[in-house]
C-alpha cells in the first residue's frame, strides 16, 4: 500500500464562498456517507484524527470524491473551502497532506494517474497541482491560471495514454497536454464553465465534456474536432449539465441535468430521457452512478432521499438519506459493488 506524508489537523470548519460565490449550510449533515448494503443504510464517515482530539467532517461541503484504482480503501476527498483530504481505510478516517497548498482553499477536483498511483492531480482554484511520489514532494505550478477571473475545475487523464490530461476552466475552455502538463493547447473554447469531462473506457480518442449552461460538446479523434450535441425534440432536456458518468466500456453514459436524468448507449451521440418518480426539474440531481458489475443497477441522490433501481430505471426504490445538502459526488467499490460513498455540499448560487 502506498503511503503519504502525513500531518495531522485540527477541527475541520466550513467555510464560506467558492469560485462564484455561495450559500452554505452551518448544520452538522454535511462530509461524506457510506452504505455497505447498497443503499439501505447510511452512516457519516467524517472522522478526523487530530493533535488537538478528534475533529470532524461532519460540517464541511465536499464536492468530489477520487477512488485510487489499485486499492479500493484509498479515497481523496475534495472540499470547498478546506483543501483536500484523504483516507486510507474507506473512510473510517481523514487525514491531509503536509502542503499548506493542500490544506485550505477549495479543490475541485483529484485525478489519480491510473498507471500510477503516486501520481496524483490535484485541481485548486486557480492551479492544477501534482506529484509523483505519493506527495512527499509537489509540483504547484503544472498548470497556474493568471486571469482573475477564471479559474481550474476539472481535469481527466487519458487511461490509455497518461501522458495526455484534460482540463477544463471556467471560462469554458477545454485544454490539452500530450506530456504530462509541459506545455498546454486550448483545443475548444465552450464559452461556459465545464462541470465534467470524461474519456471514453473503450477508445480514449472519444471524450465527453460536460458544461453548466451549454450542453455538452464530443470529440472522437482526441480533441481535433468537436461537435455540439443536440438533445431530441420532446425530450425537455436542458443545456444545464451537473455530472456526466459512464459504465466500465462506456456503453452506457448518464447526465445528471436540470432536467433530470439522461442515458445514451452510443458515447453521447444519441440521448434518452430515464423516467423518473419526481417531474421533471422537480429535483436537482448532481450525484450519480452506474454499478460497475451491472449496468442496470443506477443510483442517484437528492436532499434527504436516495434512488436505487435495478432496472435501468424503470422503476426505483427510494430510501431516505439524511442530508439537506446536494449529492455532489457517488462512487462504489468496484470490489464490492454493495459499498457506496456519497459527497455532499450545501448548493451554491
Same mark, same amino acid.
Given at each position: 500500500?502506498?503511503?503519504?506524508f502525513?500531518?495531522?489537523?485540527?477541527?475541520?470548519?466550513?467555510?464560506?464562498?467558492?469560485?462564484?460565490g455561495?450559500?452554505?449550510?452551518?448544520?452538522?449533515?454535511g462530509?461524506?456517507?457510506?452504505?455497505?448494503n447498497?443503499g439501505?443504510?447510511?452512516?457519516?464517515?467524517?472522522?478526523?484524527?487530530?493533535?488537538?482530539?478528534?475533529?470532524?467532517?461532519?460540517?464541511?461541503n465536499v464536492?468530489?470524491?477520487?477512488?485510487?484504482?489499485?486499492?479500493t480503501?484509498?479515497?481523496?476527498?475534495?472540499?470547498?473551502?478546506?483543501?483536500?483530504?484523504?483516507?486510507?481505510?474507506?473512510?473510517?478516517?481523514?487525514?491531509?497532506?503536509?502542503?499548506?497548498?493542500?490544506?485550505?482553499?477549495?479543490?475541485?477536483?483529484?485525478?489519480v494517474?491510473p498507471?500510477?498511483?503516486?501520481?496524483?492531480?490535484?485541481?485548486?482554484?486557480?492551479?492544477?497541482?501534482?506529484?509523483d511520489?505519493?506527495?512527499?514532494?509537489?509540483?504547484?505550478?503544472?498548470?497556474?491560471e493568471?486571469?482573475?477571473?477564471v479559474?481550474?475545475?476539472?481535469?481527466?487523464?487519458?487511461?490509455?495514454?497518461p501522458?495526455?490530461?484534460?482540463?477544463?476552466l471556467?471560462?469554458?475552455?477545454v485544454?490539452?497536454?500530450?506530456?504530462?502538463?509541459?506545455?498546454?493547447?486550448?483545443?475548444?473554447?465552450?464559452?461556459?464553465?465545464?462541470s465534467?469531462?470524461?474519456?471514453?473506457?473503450?477508445?480514449?480518442?472519444? +471524450?465527453?465534456?460536460?458544461?453548466?449552461?451549454? /450542453?455538452?460538446? @464530443?470529440? !472522437?479523434d482526441?480533441?481535433? #474536432? =468537436? %461537435?455540439? *450535441?443536440?438533445?431530441?425534440d420532446?425530450?425537455?432536456?436542458?443545456?444545464?449539465?451537473?455530472?456526466?458518468?459512464q459504465?466500465?466500456?462506456?456503453? +452506457?453514459?448518464?447526465?445528471?441535468?436540470?432536467? /433530470?436524468?439522461? @442515458?445514451? !448507449?452510443?458515447f453521447g451521440? #444519441? =440521448? %434518452?430521457? *430515464?423516467?423518473?418518480l419526481?417531474?421533471?426539474?422537480?429535483?436537482?440531481?448532481?450525484?450519480?452512478?452506474?454499478d460497475?458489475?451491472?449496468?442496470?443497477?443506477?443510483?442517484?441522490?437528492?436532499?434527504g432521499?436516495f434512488? @436505487?433501481?435495478?432496472?435501468?430505471?424503470? #422503476? =426505483?426504490?427510494?430510501?431516505r438519506?439524511?442530508?439537506?445538502?446536494?449529492?455532489?459526488v457517488?462512487?462504489?467499490?468496484p470490489?464490492?459493488?454493495?459499498?457506496?460513498?456519497?459527497?455532499?455540499?450545501a448548493?451554491?448560487?
Open positions: 500500500m502506498k503511503k503519504l502525513l500531518l495531522l489537523i485540527p477541527f475541520i470548519l466550513v467555510g464560506a464562498g467558492c469560485l462564484g455561495s450559500k452554505t449550510s452551518s448544520g452538522a449533515d462530509g461524506i456517507f457510506k452504505t455497505v447498497s439501505e443504510d447510511w452512516a457519516q464517515y467524517v472522522v478526523v484524527p487530530s493533535a488537538r482530539g478528534i475533529g470532524t467532517l461532519a460540517t464541511t464536492v468530489n470524491l477520487e477512488m485510487d484504482p489499485q486499492d480503501q484509498y479515497l481523496y476527498a475534495s472540499t470547498r473551502n478546506n483543501g483536500m483530504l484523504f483516507s486510507e481505510d474507506g473512510a473510517h478516517s481523514w487525514r491531509q497532506p503536509k502542503q499548506t497548498l493542500l490544506q485550505e482553499g477549495t479543490v475541485y477536483d483529484v485525478e494517474d498507471t500510477d498511483v503516486c501520481t496524483v492531480y490535484v485541481v485548486t482554484e486557480r492551479k492544477l497541482v501534482s506529484t511520489n505519493c506527495f512527499r514532494t509537489i509540483n504547484d505550478e503544472l498548470y497556474l493568471n486571469r482573475a477571473d479559474g481550474v475545475l476539472k481535469v481527466t487523464v487519458d487511461w490509455f495514454n501522458n495526455i490530461l484534460w482540463l477544463g471556467s471560462n469554458g475552455d485544454l490539452k497536454s500530450d506530456n504530462k502538463g509541459e506545455k498546454w493547447r486550448t483545443v475548444a473554447t465552450l464559452g461556459r464553465e465545464i465534467e469531462i470524461i474519456v471514453s473506457n473503450k477508445d480514449s480518442r472519444m +471524450v465527453l465534456v460536460s458544461t453548466f449552461s451549454s /450542453g455538452i460538446v @464530443r470529440t !472522437i482526441s480533441g481535433e #474536432t =468537436w %461537435e455540439e *450535441i443536440e438533445f431530441p420532446g425530450l425537455h432536456s436542458t443545456d444545464t449539465v451537473y455530472n456526466i458518468v459504465n466500465p466500456d462506456s456503453s +452506457v453514459v448518464i447526465a445528471a441535468t436540470e432536467y /433530470g436524468l439522461l @442515458r445514451s !448507449i452510443n451521440q #444519441t =440521448w %434518452e430521457s *430515464i423516467k423518473l419526481t417531474s421533471p426539474a422537480e429535483v436537482t440531481i448532481r450525484g450519480v452512478a452506474i460497475p458489475k451491472d449496468s442496470n443497477i443506477l443510483y442517484y441522490a437528492t436532499p432521499t434512488y @436505487r433501481s435495478t432496472d435501468a430505471g424503470v #422503476t =426505483w426504490k427510494t430510501q438519506f439524511q442530508t439537506s445538502r446536494d449529492s455532489r457517488i462512487l462504489i467499490d470490489s464490492n459493488t454493495a459499498v457506496l460513498y456519497i459527497g455532499v455540499a448548493a451554491t448560487k
